[in-house]
C-alpha cells in the first residue's frame, strides 16, 4: 500500500465538508459521470432491485417505458353518493408492454428499479433532479443487487456557487482545529490534548467491504473517528465522502470526512476519517 500523503489529506478537509442530507450507499457502486441531456450507460441487475440516486440532489421524476410504479403519492379517497370518503381507491395503473417497475425512498430522494419481461433491450430511462435530466441506458445483466450513483461537476459546481461556503462561515480557529484533528489522525502524531482510545471493532458497513472502527480521538471540541475499509469483493470501487456520513460511532454534529484512497482495486484497502462537532448536553 502506497504511503499517505497527509499533505494532500489536509489540503482536502478544508473543502471537504460533507451535507449531512447525503445518504450511504448500501452495495457496490456504479459511479457515472453524467451531464444534462447526455446519455450514459450502466449496468441494470435482472434479478434483484436496483437503486439509483443522484449524488447531492434528489430525483424527483423518473420518465420511461414504466411497467408500474410505487411514486406516485396515495390518491385521494373519492366521493361517490352513499359511499363517503371510505370508498375504496383504484388500484394503481399496470403498463403491460412496460419495460421497468419503479419504488421511491421518497425521505431520500432515491428510487429502486427492477426489469420485467425477458427482452434483453436495454431499457432507457430519464432521471430527473430540480436542476437536470440525466438519460440513462441501462443494460441488463444477471448481476447482485447494486446502487447507481449519477454525479455531475457541472451542478455540484453550481451548487457550491450558489450556497454559502461552510469554510468560510466558520471560524478560523474552528478550522485550525479540524485541520489539526486530521493531522492527529493520520499521522499518530497526537497533541497533548487530544485523548486517543483504541477501539478495534468490526462494523457492518456493505457486503463488499470490511470496516473497521480502529481508534477514536478527542479534544479541542471534537470527535475523530479513524476507520480501516478493504475491499473485499471482486470488483473495483470508487469511494466517496457522503457515503460515510453516518458512519459515525459517537454523538455529535458531522464536520468534515476525508478518504485516503478514493480507488481501491479487489484487496486494496484504505483509511477514512470521520470528523464530529461535540455537542453538550
Excluded at 440516486?53 to 353518493?81: L, W, Y
Aim: proline fraction near 8%; aromatic fraction near 4%; charge should be neutral.
Amino acid at each position: 500500500m502506497r504511503a499517505p500523503n497527509h499533505n494532500g489529506l489536509r489540503e482536502r478537509l478544508a473543502v471537504t465538508f460533507v451535507l449531512a442530507a447525503c445518504a450511504p450507499a448500501a452495495f457496490a457502486l456504479q459511479t457515472l459521470d453524467a451531464a444534462d441531456g447526455v446519455a450514459i450507460e450502466a449496468i441494470l441487475s435482472t434479478r434483484e432491485p436496483t437503486r439509483i440516486r443522484i449524488e447531492g440532489a434528489r430525483i424527483v421524476d423518473v420518465f420511461g417505458n414504466i411497467h408500474s410504479s410505487g411514486c406516485m403519492p396515495p390518491p385521494m379517497p373519492p366521493t361517490v353518493p352513499g359511499g363517503g370518503a371510505n370508498a375504496p381507491a383504484a388500484p394503481p395503473a399496470i403498463n403491460p408492454a412496460g419495460e421497468i417497475v419503479i419504488e421511491c425512498d421518497r425521505d431520500k430522494g432515491e428510487i429502486y428499479v427492477r426489469p420485467v419481461g425477458e427482452s434483453i433491450k436495454p431499457v432507457n430511462l430519464f432521471v430527473s433532479s430540480p436542476e437536470a435530466t440525466y438519460t440513462l441506458v441501462l443494460r441488463r445483466a444477471d448481476t447482485p443487487a447494486d446502487t447507481i450513483v449519477i454525479r455531475d461537476q457541472a451542478a455540484a459546481q453550481r451548487r457550491m456557487a450558489a450556497a454559502p461556503r461552510q469554510v468560510a462561515a466558520g471560524t478560523a480557529s474552528h478550522v485550525r482545529a479540524l485541520k489539526a484533528m486530521l493531522a492527529a489522525m493520520a499521522t499518530d502524531q497526537t497533541p497533548s490534548d487530544i485523548a486517543v482510545k483504541e477501539v478495534g471493532h468490526s462494523i457492518a458497513l456493505w457486503r463488499e467491504v470490511r470496516f473497521q472502527f480502529e481508534r477514536s480521538y478527542r479534544g479541542r471540541g471534537l470527535i475523530g473517528e479513524r476507520y480501516w475499509l478493504q475491499n473485499v469483493s471482486d470488483k473495483s470501487m470508487t469511494l466517496t465522502e457522503p457515503e460515510f456520513d453516518r458512519a459515525a460511532n459517537e454523538g455529535g454534529e458531522l464536520a468534515a470526512i476525508a478518504i485516503e484512497r478514493h480507488n481501491l482495486r479487489p484487496g486494496e484497502r484504505t483509511r477514512v476519517f470521520v470528523i464530529l462537532k461535540e455537542t453538550r448536553p
